[in-house]
T-cell receptor, first 112, second 118 residues
Framework: DGGITQSPKYLFRKEGQNVTLSCEQNLNHDAMYWYRQDPGQGLRLIYYSQIVNDFQKGDIAEGYSVSREKKESFPLTVTSAQKNPTAFYLC???????????FGSGTRLTVV | AQKITQTQPGMFVQEKEAVTLDCTYDTSDQSYGLFWYKQPSSGEMIFLIYQGSYDEQNATEGRYSLNFQKARKSANLVISASQLGDSAMYFCAMREGRRRNAGNMLTFGGGTRLMVKP
């Protein structure tokens, strides 16, 4: 079945470390997105990519970086510059016109 | 200004009764889409229902229906015959525009926590 796989499900990071969250899709979607969710709040857009080798900043891109070397993959790196990285991170994908919007099951990142 | 507003942080409903979750939105686009998602405690985002701005009929999907009032910019979710498994966070979201490669990110409201009482 087609879908989005996010790994790991839980991730612990020490202060000052970079960590990379994985997002893989087999839906043949061109567009992919990363959202952040803080407890009791809605989702906010970090980065999005409409096509391979291209990506754009969302509303809260500071302290994050992404790459899009393959259509299927859109990894998110949480850098040490992100001051408050503890949150739930959700990856999504869609067609170029926004149809078929699908979310992964998320990665819960905790700074220890 | 908030683009998506959900004014009910939490709601209780008796099992088997209907419940309405409110959502108002703000956009100057003529073409836009409105989504409702359910998020159980596991964290996954479960798509419930979609309404396009040009759709003349209110969307329905099983026990879910969307009360779309375009002039009032509201898109309330109605859940009929509530079940215990409906207890979750519910999010309203909007996609503005529908242009290829122009960005189809969703803007989310703050959510409503629904609790179904047995």
């Amino acid at each position: 079945d087609g879908g989005i796989t996010q790994s790991p499900k839980y991730l612990f990071r020490k202060e000052g470390q970079n960590v990379t969250l994985s997002c893989e899709q087999n839906l043949n979607h061109d567009a992919m997105y990363w959202y952040r969710q803080d407890p009791g709040q809605g989702l906010r857009l970090i980065y999005y990519s409409q096509i391979v080798n291209d990506f754009q900043k969302g509303d809260i891109a500071e302290g994050y970086s992404v790459s899009r070397e393959k259509k299927e993959s859109f990894p998110l790196t949480v850098t040490s510059a992100q001051k408050n990285p503890t949150a739930f991170y959700l990856c999504a994908s869609s067609t170029p016109t926004g149809e078929g919007y699908t979310f992964g099951s998320g990665t819960r990142l905790t700074v220890v | 200004a908030q683009k998506i507003t959900q004014t009910q942080p939490g709601m209780f409903v008796q099992e088997k009764e209907a419940v309405t979750l409110d959502c108002t939105y703000d956009t100057s686009d003529q073409s836009y889409g409105l989504f409702w998602y359910k998020q159980p405690s596991s964290g996954e985002m479960i798509f419930l229902i979609y309404q396009g701005s040009y759709d003349e009929q209110n969307a329905t999907e099983g026990r879910y229906s969307l009360n779309f009032q375009k002039a009032r910019k509201s898109a309330n979710l109605v859940i009929s015959a509530s079940q215990l498994g409906d207890s979750a966070m519910y999010f309203c979201a909007m996609r503005e525009g529908r242009r290829r490669n122009a960005g189809n990110m969703l803007t989310f409201g703050g959510g409503t926590r629904l609790m179904v009482k047995p």
